[in-house]
């Protein structure tokens, strides 16, 4: 037995006391936390700080309604073919141009979004939502409804999630939430020591 435990003893001091051991054991979580916040920030600072200008060529006569302008994105109707359209994205300060064809509003399709730049997937996706309320919104005025008829309609429902032990039967009160954040807190350690480990052997 002292035998085993002066083993343990002599393998754990001589990689405690490597230099790489002690590097990684304060650098590996600080690299972590810092991929975590450059993800956190260009996230934040792609979401909050964009703000793109986008002509809207409407060829569209059904759809009456037009789009207003945002604190992310700047809408400008322009009265130019869609040739001409696209001249503007080179003579003029537009980031997009969004052309709007002929299209029955219960399905609409062939929009289409030019750029001089690939479009991200976060300005595609507002785009698409503010057109959806937009088309939402008309539907509603033709049909009658006003918007706060329809907000009358919806309900929010909060449901308090408890556990119940299968010994005593006691309820207590449990997150999904905080269960979901402390298994990714564990998993994050997990995957700490392991490479701390790895490097060492």
Same mark, same amino acid.
């Given at each position: ?7 343990? +003893?002599? &393998? ?34 792609g979401? +909050? ?7 809207? =060529?409407?060829?569209? +006569?059904?759809l009456?309604?037009?789009l207003a ?7 400008t109707? =322009? ?9 503007l994205?080179? +003579? ?29 997937l ?6 698409s ?22 907000d ?10 408890k556990?119940i032990t299968?010994?005593?039967?006691? &309820?207590?009160?449990s ?9 990714? =807190? ?5 995957f700490?020591f392991?490479?701390?480990y790895?490097?060492?052997?």
């Amino acid at each position: 037995m002292n035998k085993i435990l002066l083993i343990i +003893k002599r &393998e754990y001091l001589s990689r405690v006391k490597k230099k790489s051991f002690i590097v990684m054991t304060f650098l590996t979580p600080l690299l972590i936390a810092g991929i975590y916040a450059l993800i956190g920030y260009f996230t934040y600072t792609g979401i +909050k700080d964009t703000h793109d200008k986008i002509a809207i =060529v409407n060829n569209n +006569k059904t759809l009456t309604a037009k789009l207003a302008s945002n604190k992310n994105i700047n809408y400008t109707y =322009v009265n130019q073919s869609l040739n001409d359209a696209k001249l503007l994205l080179a +003579k003029e300060d537009y980031d997009y141009f969004l052309y709007l064809p002929e299209f029955s509003l219960t399905e609409p399709k062939g929009i289409e979004l030019f750029g001089n730049k690939q479009a991200g997937l976060s300005i595609n996706r507002r785009i698409s939502d503010d057109l959806e309320e937009l088309i939402r919104n008309q539907k509603l005025q033709e049909s009658g409804i006003s918007q706060s008829d329809l907000d009358k309609l919806k309900t929010n429902i909060d449901i308090d999630t408890k556990k119940i032990t299968a010994d005593t039967g006691i &309820e207590e009160a449990s997150s999904a939430g905080a269960s979901t954040i402390i298994a990714f =807190v564990a998993g994050v350690l997990m995957f700490m020591f392991i490479m701390l480990y790895g490097i060492q052997v």
